[in-house]
């Protein structure tokens, strides 16, 4: 895949009358290009093997999201016992305590009262106008499951997709922090230590109508892709914070990372890997991103501008 590196990516506009419709043509062009690298992306063997994979996890319900949250915060893939071995070719380690879930019982259930032929004999239901053999399977319950963690196991790796930022980052960090209290957004970097939000890299929380929104990233020492990570959740501040009927998730994440690919851009930082990360989002239709150019771009310019009024004084 070809892809922007350093400092060949990133532009500068001039103060001249024509500098906002000079940075709309670059940011145009760019999107252009992004589209390019997110077909590129999802053509490729590295992400068709990663699709691969993310097509044998389940998806749970909300309950059980929560029981998995609950008892092991850090999750991210779990299967059962024998599904790792058999899917995966990983192993459940030694002493690993399961985390418990509820599965869903399915067998032939009564047409009429639903039971299973074994509770539907000890029932008050009379129902008798087919043989439970005829009788159609359906949901009859739920029973308690084991599952497993992907850090709980060892094994075949599991593919991954880089979509780390890169380059010299400079000041940009703390230059963000001052341009999101201009745009009245709180920031905050936590250590790896005291990070609670699992394999997110970086979160917005929105508050009440006559609060602040809250940025939170986690600290790395990639220095270029703390900085992207600050722009992409910035751009969901700015984006989709107060918005009373917001968008859905994969299109706020594709507006985001799309602001965070130009800035980075802009920045002379190779944010390239974002057609991976993007492409995980926009499904069979890249142009989603052309689509949304408008407030792609108007975000992208209002970061640019705050970066630029930021560096100058």
Known sequence: MSGSTDRESSASFGD????????????????????????????SETFQEWLDIQSRFHDYS????????LQCPEATKVAGYQAWQEEFDRHVQEGESAIWIWAPIIAKQCPECGKSPSYHEQSDCEYDETPPEEWDRGLVGF??????DVSQTEGEPLPELKTAATGDA????????????DFNVDVEIV?????????????????RSDERPLVVVRDRENEADLAVTLVHELAH?????AISDPLARDAQELEAESVAYIVGRYCGLDTSNSSFYL???????????RERLGRISRTAQHLIDAIDEQAQR
């Open 279 to 289: 492409a995980a989002w926009a499904g069979d239709d890249p142009d989603m991103i």
């Open 16 to 43: 001249s009358d024509q500098r906002s419709e000079e940075m709309h043509r670059t940011i145009e062009a760019w999107v252009d290009d992004l589209v390019d690298h997110v077909d590129e992306a999802q053509a």
């Open 191 to 207: 250590g790896s230590e005291e990070w609670i939000h699992g394999q997110a890299e970086g979160i917005c929380k929105p508050r």
């Open 237 to 241: 501040a700015l984006l989709h914070g």
């Open 170 to 181: 400079g000041n940009l960090v703390s230059t963000l922090e001052d341009a999101a209290n």
């Open 143 to 148: 029973r308690p499951a084991s599952v497993f």
């Open 62 to 69: 909300y309950r059980n999201t929560l029981l998995i949250t």
